[in-house]
Structure formats: C-alpha cells, structure tokens
C-alpha cells in the first residue's frame, strides 16, 4: 500500500534560520501531496499542497516541489518564527480520496 | 463558514466497556473520513463514506469498531468493547469530493483514554 515517510524530530532551530523537514513516499498512480500542520492547542490544518508533478506548493513562505523523480516532497521555509513552532505532517490522497500521513515532524523554534 | 464539529473532546473509560464519538462535517461536504492518531503517529484511516455508503473501511477493526452516517450527513464512531490499544485521538475530517486533490478540513478531535 501507499506510505509516507517524513524525517523523524524534534527538530529545535533558532528563529531565522533555514528549516528543511524531508518527506518521501511510495505510492501506485499519480497521487497528490500534502503538507497539514497542527498548531499547539489546535486540529490539523492544511499548509500547502501539489497535485502533479513539479508543481509548487507555498504558503506562510513554506515551499514544497512535488519531485516524481525522486517521490519526494520536502518542506523548506527561509527564515523561521517562533510562530512556526508546531508539527508538521506530510501526506498523500490517491484518486479515490483515501489519504495517508507521515508519523509527523514536531518542530520547536526558540528566539 | 462553520468548522466540523466533534463530540465529546475527552473520554476516559475501562477496558471492555463502549463508547460513542460524533462527527458533524462541514455542510455540502460529501465526503467523511474517521482517523484514528495514535501518540507520537500520523493519523491513519479508519473509514470513508462517500455521502453515506461507505467507501473505505479495509482498515477498521469491525469486530469492536463500527460506524455510520446516516442521511449522509453527521456521523458515529462506536467501539465496544474497548481495548487498551485503542486510546488515541480519533479525528472526524471532511471534504467536498473524492478526489485526490480534495482539502481535508478536520475537527479538533476527541480524545479517548482506555484505563
């Protein structure tokens, strides 16, 4: 079946420094890729995401490039907050809907 | 527009004994996912209607596990009887359509603790 395997945390960086989080996966056909992020205190919610190959997801300036070559689907960001604290799950949604997460990466941001 | 709502948050029950959580998606969302997210885990599908047939339960437990939704709208998760292993937080998503591109939109989940 599908999986999703994301880098394993915490990961602790100061605040504007250069945030990578890895994400690769296995899956049949051509699914679409997600990042989702859960906030202290608050549900998942969705970051960015990428439905075909060498599209670009961003958002909050988090990027992530939809690599087929390699299924891959890392998260970066330039310059974190404190703000950015959260954990961060990557994932994929086959064409029947069925989605399927990474184990999560808890990321802390100290100023 | 209003999020999808999950009832109750905490629940703290004995081993073999049941419970019950609900799920109100998101209005016009047709399809509905229950997740079940074990500590330190990802989310991991439990079932998937589609309006209210089911399309995906391959990986629900249905010896202790079952769900239903009932006029395609709100949703039940039932375990009965309740093991250990089942303390998780079981999350209530929704989203407009199957396909592949589709947002999840998720509730806050409820958290159940088997003593």
């Known amino acids: 079946g599908d999986s999703v395997t994301q880098m394993e945390g915490p990961v602790t960086l100061s605040e504007e420094a250069f945030l990578t989080i890895n994400c690769t996966y296995t899956a049949t056909g051509y699914p679409s890729l997600f990042w989702y992020v859960q906030y202290p205190g608050e549900g998942l919610q969705l970051l960015l995401k990428a439905t075909k190959a060498d599209d670009k997801g961003s958002n909050k300036g988090f990027e992530a490039t939809y690599r087929k070559e390699t299924t891959s689907f890392h998260l970066e960001k330039g310059s974190v907050q404190v703000s950015d604290s959260a954990v961060y799950f990557c994932?994929?949604?086959?064409?029947?809907?069925?989605?399927?997460f990474g184990d999560g990466t808890t990321l802390t941001v100290k100023p | 527009e209003a999020g999808v709502a999950q009832s109750p948050r905490y629940k703290i029950i004995e081993k073999r004994q049941s419970v019950a959580f609900w799920c109100n998606p998101i209005s016009g969302h047709a399809t509905l996912y229950w997740y079940q997210q074990i500590l330190g885990q990802g989310p991991k599908l439990l079932i998937q209607f589609q309006n209210n047939g089911v399309v995906d339960d391959s990986q629900l437990p249905k010896d202790r596990f079952s769900a239903e939704r009932l006029k395609g709208v709100d949703s039940t998760l039932k375990i009965q009887p309740a093991k250990l292993e089942d303390s998780a937080v079981y999350l209530c998503a929704s989203s407009t359509g199957p396909s592949g591109a589709n947002v999840l939109t998720f509730g806050a989940g409820s958290r159940l603790t088997v003593l």
């Open positions: 994932a994929l949604t086959d064409n029947a809907g069925k989605s399927t």
